[in-house]
Structures are given as structure tokens and as C-alpha cells.
């Protein structure tokens, strides 16, 4: 049996406002009391910035915690458009998600600038959930785990005691958001080798999530995998039934 704890967190992406934030966070926090979700997972959710204030009030001294999607690699100073990860202390963020395929593919992020990203988490006690995948293209080259190695190498150079504090998040992007799911052996098989590549330097332990189009309807097939530790989950999260369905699938 896995020892590791899973872990299951949303990813809102840009969507929310304060008035469906409401329901929805209550929904989330409401529904794991009843169903007791939290003693099977932690469960988090990510909402865009502007709302960590309001999810901060809505779930304090709930068993939800709380993240953010991106976080700046600085301290502080001129980057306009940035927040930091100090800034993410002050509304209690437990975790940032950092290097999601969105913000590689669409921001330009490279795997140096998301490992600097996951150190400057670190450094204020927020858990990060570094995130890898490869393409389609990628895949039908079969260069899945060439990949999935270059994007992990910046971020296992921060040492085992960084990298112990962290987790990865497996999402194939051709899975996000497309309603294609890979199968639980496709998912183990990536998950195995970043599995392989924690033990090499004495992070084994280290929680790895798959996302995409997770859903309560192929979750536990997907949790049953020895390799898989829990979920990153985008549009299921954003319905309190279904989040709550795969937190307890
Ligand atoms: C994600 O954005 O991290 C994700 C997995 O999205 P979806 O579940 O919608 O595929």
C-alpha cells in the first residue's frame, strides 16, 4: 500500500467571480465535512489572485487549504505584473502551482525560470506543485520521457532537501482540458519514471499528481496505480459534486 498522503488540488484557472466563488467554496468546504473527504486527501483549491482574500475567509478553519497558479521567482521590486511568494504568506497560501503547461506554453516559461520559481516558494514555506508533460507531438516522437527529464532536471539540481518539500504534478497536455484522459497505464508509466528519478536523489517519497480531464468517473482507476499520489484537476474543479467525487473516488 502507498504510504504517501493524496493529494488532490484544483486548478480554477481564470474563472470565479466573487459570487460564484462563494457557492463554490461552500459547496467545497460544506461537502468535505459531510462526506469526511479530508480524512482520505488533503484537498486545496488554486483561485485566480484577486480572490485569495476571499477564499482565505471562506475556508479558514476548514480542512480545504488554499494555493496559487503562478508565483514570481523575485522577492520584490520591478516586475509589474508579478506576486510574490511573500505576498502568497500574507493571505496563508500552502501551496503554488508553478510551471503549469498554460504558463509554458503561453507565457514562455522555461524549466530554469519554474525551478527558480518552486526555490522562491520554498523559501516562504509554500509547498510548490511543480508541473511537467509532455505534447502530443512529443508523445508520437516518442519523447515523452526525454521530455518529462529536461523539464525535471533545473528543479532536481535544488537538492533533495528542496525537492523533499515539494510535489510534481504529471499532465500530459494533450490531456488538459481536452477530455482525453491518459489511460492509468500511460499515466503509471511517466509516473514510475519520475518516480525513478526522485529516487536517484533521495526524494523518492515525494507526493506525484496526474492531471488531465481528471473526473470522479476515471479518478480511481487512475489513484489504484502504485505511482499515482492524487490529482491536479482543471474543469471538474470547478463543480463542487464532481471535485468532491474525485477527492473521495
Ligand atoms: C489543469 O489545468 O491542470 C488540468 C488538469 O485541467 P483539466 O482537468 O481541465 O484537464
Request: net charge negative; glycine share 8%.
Amino acid at each position: 500500500a502507498k504510504t504517501r498522503q493524496r493529494l488532490v488540488i484544483g486548478n480554477w484557472k481564470m474563472n470565479g467571480s466573487l459570487a460564484a466563488n462563494e457557492v463554490l467554496l461552500k459547496g467545497i468546504r460544506d461537502g468535505v465535512e459531510n462526506t469526511g473527504a479530508h480524512n482520505h486527501c488533503i484537498i486545496a483549491v488554486c483561485p485566480s489572485f484577486p480572490y485569495l482574500a476571499q477564499v482565505s475567509q471562506v475556508l479558514a478553519g476548514s480542512s480545504v487549504s488554499w494555493g496559487a497558479q503562478d508565483v514570481s521567482w523575485q522577492e520584490s521590486g520591478a516586475f509589474t505584473g508579478e506576486v510574490s511568494a511573500s505576498m502568497l504568506n500574507d493571505f496563508n497560501c500552502a501551496w503554488a502551482l508553478v510551471g503549469h503547461s498554460e504558463r509554458r506554453a503561453l507565457h514562455g516559461e522555461t524549466s530554469e525560470q519554474v525551478a527558480l520559481k518552486a526555490q522562491a516558494a520554498l523559501a516562504h514555506n509554500i509547498t510548490p506543485v511543480v508541473c511537467v508533460g509532455e505534447t502530443l507531438q512529443d508523445r508520437e516522437q516518442e519523447k515523452t520521457l526525454a521530455v518529462i527529464q529536461a523539464q525535471l532536471a533545473p528543479v532536481l539540481a535544488l537538492g533533495e532537501q528542496a525537492v523533499n518539500k515539494m510535489v510534481i504534478a504529471y499532465e500530459p497536455v494533450w490531456a488538459i482540458g481536452t477530455g482525453l484522459t491518459a489511460s492509468p497505464e500511460q499515466a503509471q508509466e511517466v509516473h514510475a519514471y519520475i518516480r525513478a528519478q526522485l529516487n536517484a536523489i533521495g526524494a523518492g517519497n515525494v507526493q506525484v499528481l496526474y492531471g488531465g480531464s481528471v473526473k470522479a468517473a476515471n479518478a480511481a482507476s487512475l489513484f489504484a496505480m502504485a505511482d499515482i499520489d492524487g490529482a491536479l484537476v482543471g474543469g471538474a474543479a470547478l463543480v463542487a459534486e464532481e471535485f468532491l467525487n474525485i477527492a473521495t473516488a
